[in-house]
Nanobody, 121 residues
Framework: QVQLVESGGGLVQPGGSLRLSCAAS????????MAWYRQAPGKERDLVAT???????NYADSVKGRFTISRDNAKNTVYLQMNNLKPEDTAVYYC???????????????WGQGTQVTVSS
């Protein structure tokens, strides 16, 4: 089993910045792609950004140029630096990781508990 723990959410004014962190823990797993999703009230959960374990990244069009995803593979941690935040970025942000068990060879998808980001003046 892999556990994902997110931190770094909060309230910020438009134009401000926040940095989210997500640390993965669990024995005998290899973490592959890690990603950030977000879900605004009444809306579906949408992909924000992904980062592979070779540090290849991908972004939703709505956050390109403002958000940066990065990874520390030694710590199994993924970060999301969010700059120039807008009210429409308000959502619960979820960390996601796919991991392969060294014991079974099975790949499973894991989710964090979510962290609230509110952008408001």
């Amino acid at each position: 089993q892999v556990q994902l723990v997110e931190s770094g959410g909060g309230l910020v004014q438009p134009g401000g910045s926040l940095r989210l962190s997500c640390a993965a823990s669990g024995a005998r797993f290899r973490i592959n792609t890690m990603a950030w999703y977000r879900q605004a009230p009444g809306k579906e959960r949408d992909l924000v950004a992904t980062a592979t374990n070779s540090r290849s990244t991908n972004y939703a069009d709505s956050v390109k140029g403002r958000f940066t995803i990065s990874r520390d593979n030694a710590k199994n941690t993924v970060y999301l630096q969010m700059n120039n935040l807008k009210p429409e970025d308000t959502a619960v942000y979820y960390c996601n990781a796919d991991a392969v068990s060294y014991v079974t060879g099975r790949t499973d998808l894991y989710w964090g508990q979510g962290t609230q980001v509110t952008v408001s003046s």
